[in-house]
């Protein structure tokens, strides 16, 4: 980082603590599930594993580059999995798991963790619409939103056959399990899912645009999980979730971050 770099940097990190604005942002996360919590992975931060630079001017060391990098949190895929899709003479999909009996999972249990959405609510009637369980979830007692985005600064020899659902919400407000939708494009190709690979990415939007976020395994308090219960799954009562937030947020206690101790 050059002299300028860090005078920018760190200028524009004076004037956001002098507005009062933090320039650390605490995040906690946790995994709420009841079955196969070891499969989960914790989150990490997205790093290269470039060689070192031979220029200064090297893209390595570009201070844009790295803090857009660092910005990034990178959570596994947690199973092995090949999907594809029959079609059936009457022009319905019908999903497969394409290993059979050599795959990882019992048809059980991937009936648990997955599911095809009915076609009306797909966005095109040619792109069958999964969703697979990411029961991550992630909160924050400053104002910060959380997005999620697919896996785009990693490089896949195949790519998915289709695109991976984004989403964006406040984690100060709305702490719920995060879910990984699938839109499929090409419904000849498998989808095709391995276990530690780069599976989503999680970032955060803060109210100091220079902060970074600082991120903690969180314990699972009653008052954590009395405010989720509140909030979870409305979205089969309404629509236009987005409307409750502010009764959500007349509802939420003080403080919901806790790291959880070793």
Known sequence: MSWDDYFAEEQDGRAAAQSGKKRTITVGWTVRTQK?????????????????????????????????DRRHFVV????????????????????????????????????????????????????????????????????????????????????????????????????????????????TKPLVLKRGEPWFYISFETENPSAHVRLVEQEMTPELEKYMASIVDVSNYVNKTYSLFSEAQRLRPPSLVKARKE
């Open 36 to 68: 196969g919590a070891v499969i989960w992975a914790p989150p990490q931060p997205f790093s290269r594993n470039d060689p070192k630079p031979v220029s200064s001017k090297s893209v390595q060391v570009c201070p844009a580059a790295v803090d857009f």
């Open 76 to 187: 596994p895929c947690p199973i092995d999995l090949t999907l594809q899709f029959d079609r059936q003479p009457n022009g319905q999909f019908t999903l497969v798991d394409a290993d059979g009996e050599k795959s990882g999972m019992r048809q059980t249990g991937l009936r648990e963790m997955m599911m095809l959405h009915p076609q009306h609510e797909w966005r095109n009637p040619e792109r069958p619409l999964i969703q697979i369980i990411a029961p991550y979830v992630f909160v924050a007692d400053d104002p910060c939103y959380i997005v999620q985005t697919p896996p785009y600064l990693h490089y896949f020899p195949t790519p998915r056959p289709g695109l991976q659902m984004g989403g964006r919400f406040p984690a100060h407000i709305w702490p719920r399990p995060l879910s990984w939708g699938f839109e499929w494009y090409d419904v």
